[in-house]
């Protein structure tokens, strides 16, 4: 009772990268409030799930294993989720921020008469006074998120209602396994016992799963184009400098809606959030809305004509200078200097 959940996405077993991510995230949540971590995963061909679950954090690990859990329909999973929310009354409930999560999170909320904040950046404890009605509250669920356009930082919290629940976009927290993890204490979700024959009239007769051919969220050197480079044709710079450094090529969303990539490149707030070990950022400005996607890079260098850019700021390495005369530059001196 009152400890943290998070929703693990799975397919077949294999769990998501984003629910690993929560895990780690809700480990260091529950340190700071004394409480456990329950990890909920409901699907099929779930064996030996919690031995992963257990390494990123989980102490207790509930599972559903069950013919309707697999694939996700909206029904059953929101009426196993609900019925254990409401047997367990958790005080925290994390999700992804993913096509599912997105999908199944409003119906929880609105069903147990809970707050949800959706897209976070990050989360954290804290305390809140309220003014009008004098009362005291410890140990909240900050839940942050750009707002706005990402204009502003709002912290948004949930004193009188749990759970307090909050999804998380893919790839804004880290996922770190435990040095020495303890083996999870294994419980059954009792699926049957909470699904309704209504909570069955959707039937998935066939599924068309296409792999994803592009992933730029595991490249470990990330070349990003933005408006500077000026066309779709000079984009092919960026792709012979990333192929040549062993990565992939990214864009800010204004190099996206002037058509010179796809979307699945873009990163920022609206796209993909990154963490490479080298982000070369080539004629972007450095607006909030993308730096929020690929500030913690482990190292940042910028390419602009703008000495003055935002993107300067947060970068380790800033080339001053036109994106079409140093990125040659730099691939003919890489060449020449690479073995």
């Excluded at 992963?52 to 509930?62: F, H, K, N, P, T």
């Excluded at 609900?82 to 609105?110: H, K, M």
């Excluded at 016992?193 to 470990?220: C, F, T």
């Excluded at 913690?296 to 036109?322: R, V, W």
Aim: net charge negative; proline share 4%; with cysteine.
């Amino acid at each position: 009772m009152n400890n943290i959940f998070v929703y693990c996405e799975n397919e077949n077993g294999r769990i998501a990268d984003v629910s690993l991510e929560l895990l780690t995230k809700a480990r260091e949540l529950a340190n700071t409030l004394g409480c456990k971590v329950e990890a909920l995963v409901l699907g099929t061909n779930l064996g030996g799930v919690e031995k992963e679950l257990a390494s990123y954090g989980a102490d207790i690990v509930w599972i559903g294993e069950h013919k309707e859990m697999a694939p996700y329909r909206t029904l059953p999973h929101a009426a196993v989720v609900c019925g254990l929310f409401r047997q367990e009354e958790p005080q925290i409930a994390l999700f992804g921020a993913t096509t599912v999560g997105r999908d199944l999170c409003p119906r929880i909320s609105s069903a147990l008469h809970s707050g949800l904040t959706a897209d976070c950046t990050s989360l954290e404890i804290g305390e809140h006074s309220d003014a009008k009605t004098g009362k005291n509250y410890t140990n909240l669920l900050y839940q942050i998120r750009p707002a706005f356009g990402g204009n502003i930082i709002a912290t948004i919290i949930n004193p009188d209602h749990r759970p307090q629940m909050a999804t998380v976009r893919e790839g804004v927290m880290k996922k770190v396994q435990l040095e020495n993890p303890v083996p999870a204490e294994v419980k059954t979700v009792d699926v049957e016992k909470y699904l309704q024959p209504s909570d069955l009239v959707v039937k998935i007769i066939d599924r068309q799963i296409e792999e994803r051919k592009l992933n730029i969220k595991g490249a470990p050197v990330i070349v990003a184009g933005g408006y500077g480079m000026g066309s779709k044709e000079n984009f092919a710079i960026l792709h012979e400098l990333a192929n040549l450094l062993g990565g992939e090529v990214g864009a800010s969303r204004a190099a996206v809606d002037a058509g010179f990539t796809e979307h699945a490149r873009q990163i920022g707030q609206t796209g993909t959030t990154v963490r490479p070990k080298l982000y070369i950022a080539c004629g972007i400005s450095g607006q909030i809305q993308h730096t929020a996607g690929m500030s913690e890079s482990s190292m940042i260098i910028s390419i602009n004509s703008d000495p003055d850019a935002p993107i300067n700021k947060i970068a380790d390495f800033a080339i001053c200078g036109d994106v079409m005369d140093v990125i040659p530059k730099l691939i003919k001196s890489y060449k020449q200097n690479s073995k």
